[in-house]
Nanobody, 124 residues
Framework: QVQLVESGGGLVQAGGSLRLACTASGRTFSQYTMAWFRQAPGKEREFVAGVSRIDGTTSYADSVKGRVTMFRDNAKDTLYLQMNSLKPEDTALYYC?????????????????WGQGTQITVSS
């Protein structure tokens, strides 16, 4: 099982930017399709972005499309999420997730490994 550790969260004003990182260990990072999810208080955990292990194809939720870029560095076993033009509604606990399958899936139940999460708080 791969182990995941997120970092990079924090408090930012609306319109600001943050870059999240997810560092993997324990298994070959390149063999996993990766994704970011988020969960706000009282809400379900929702898909944010994902990247396939096969060809690096990315997929984004409509709520973040155009403001977020996800990329992976297999040489560093690290996944990144660059978030720009942040909004108060982006406030949530952000999780990194991994699955051995080829395709990016938008349901949390398709992912086998999870990090502990990193908090993003966007003030208005």
């Amino acid at each position: 099982q791969v182990q995941l550790v997120e970092s990079g969260g924090g408090l930012v004003q609306a319109g600001g930017s943050l870059r999240l990182a997810c560092t993997a260990s324990g298994r070959t990072f390149s063999q996993y399709t990766m994704a970011w999810f988020r969960q706000a208080p009282g809400k379900e955990r929702e898909f944010v972005a994902g990247v396939s292990r096969i060809d690096g194809t990315t997929s984004y939720a409509d709520s973040v499309k155009g403001r977020v870029t996800m990329f992976r560095d297999n040489a560093k076993d690290t996944l990144y999420l660059q978030m720009n033009s942040l909004k108060p509604e982006d406030t949530a606990l952000y999780y990194c997730a991994a699955r051995p399958g080829m395709a990016v899936m938008r349901s949390r139940y398709n992912y086998d490994a999870w990090g502990q999460g990193t908090q993003i708080t966007v003030s208005s």
